[in-house]
C-alpha cells in the first residue's frame, strides 16, 4: 500500500495532489412517494405526474427514490430506511403525495400519512416519520412535503421537540411550475405552500449548487482527482485521496513537536477513500454506550475501542456491502493507517496544520482545548487556553469549522482518530492546540474507550501482502 524511506532532505512535488478547486456544498437526497390505487375506493384517485418535479429536483442536486402505492408497512419501512441512510450533513427531502388524514400509530395521535391498505383511524403518523428525520441517519437539513387531496388544518399539527425541519402542505402542481435552477428552495416552499411550519435555520439557504457524488450508493468506482466524493449506502460520504508521496512527522524546530514524529518519506502507492467526517452517533456501527456525551446525531461517536472499531467496520460494512453485491471484492473497508491518515490530513500541505503554522487559527478549523472548556472549570480544564476560543465546551457537531484543502473535516480536534495500528491522531476537544498538529500522534491500548477518541474510515484495495503475511 505504502513505501517509507527516511531521509534528511528531500524535495518533493505536489503536483499530483492539488486540492479540488471548490469545496462543494451538502450532499441531497429525496424519497417521493406517490398513493393513489387505495383498497378503500373513496380515497382513490387519478395518479399524478410527478416528472417535471423529479427532473427538476435532479437538476436541483438530488439523489432521489420514488415509491407508488404502498401498503402500510411498506410506507413505514421506506421511509425509515431513507432516513436511516441520509448523507452526513446533507439535506433530506420527503415528497408524500397521497392522503393524510387524523388518526393513530401504535397510541400516537396525529397527523397520518395513509399506506393503500390503511384503515380508518389508521396510517403513519407523521410525527414519526420526522423523528426518524431528525434523529437517525447524517442529514442536517430536513424537509417534509405533503401534497394530499384532503383539507389539513395548521392547528391539528403539533410537534413538541426542539429541533431543524420543515414541513410543508404542498401544492406539487404550483412548486412544479414556480421551481427554476435560480430558486431558493425554502423561501420557494413557504410561497407555493397551504400551510408551513419551519424550524430551520434562519441561515439555512437551498440554493442549486450542491456536492456531487461521482456515481450511485450502489455503484462503487474509484476515484480519479483528488477531493472527488461518493457517498455509500449508509450515508457515509467519502472524499477521494489520490496516489502520491508526501512528508510525515515534523522537522525538529516545529513548536510542540515530540521525538516520535521524525521526518520520514512516504509513497501512498494506491488511493483510497477516507470519510469526509467523524463517524457520527447517528451513523454508528453500534449500540453506544449510555456514557458517552455525544447526544446530537451529528456528534461523532464516543467510547468505542479499537477492537470494536475494526470488528464493526470488518463485518458491518465490508461483509454486509459484499453480500448486498454492491462492493467489489479487491476493495476493502478499514480503519486508515497512520501513513494514509497523515497523508489525507495534510493534503498537500507541510505546514503543522492543514491551513498553516499559526494555532491563532485553529478555532476557524477545529474543537480543541480552548476558552469555552476553560470557563466551564472541570477538571480537564485547566490546560485549555485561555484567549482561542471555537465556541464549543465539549464535542462539536461535525463539519461545524473550516475543511482541509481536499474537503475534509475536523482534522484538527473534536475527536482523537483510531488508526489501525492503535495510534490516535488529530487531537480532541480537550487537547492544546500543539496536540491538533497534523504530525502528533499518541497511542492507547486497544480495549481503551474515551470521550474524546473516536474514528474516521477509508476504502481501500486490499493489499495482497497483508493477505499472504496472515496465511
Partial sequence: MFRISHFLSVLISFSCLLPASTILGEHRTALIIQQNAYSDSAFRTQAKDHSVLVKKLKEFGFRIQIHSNLKEHELRSQLEKFSETTPTRGTALVVYSGHALEGSFKGEKGLCLLGIDSKKGRGYVVNHALRNLIHKGGSRNNLFLIDSPSTLQKKNFEFKEPAEFMLAIQSLKQLENQFTQQSELRSLLKNTSRWYVDFLSPKTKFKSSSSRSISSPAQF???????????????????????????????????????????????????????????????????????????????PVTLINLDDARRMTQRTLTEKERKAGRFPQGWEYALPTEEQWEYAARAGTKTAYSFGSSPRELPEYGNFADRSLYKTQSIISQRAHRELDDGYSQLAPVGEFKPNPWGIFDLHGNVAEWCINGATRGGSWVSTPASCRSAHRISFSSRNEQNFIGYRIVIQKVDPRAKKKKN
Fill in 221 to 299: 468506482l474509484r476515484g480519479s482527482r483528488a477531493g472527488e466524493e461518493w457517498v455509500n449506502p449508509q450515508g457515509i460520504v467519502f472524499v477521494w485521496c489520490p496516489p502520491g508521496r508526501y512528508l510525515k512527522g515534523s522537522p525538529e524546530d516545529e513548536k510542540g513537536r515530540y521525538d516520535d514524529e521524525k521526518l520520514t518519506e512516504v509513497e501512498i502507492e494506491q488511493g483510497f477513500w477516507i470519510s469526509k467526517y467523524e463517524l457520527t452517533l447517528g451513523q454508528t456501527l453500534r449500540k453506544t454506550s449510555s456514557k458517552t456525551i455525544a447526544r446530537h446525531k451529528l456528534h
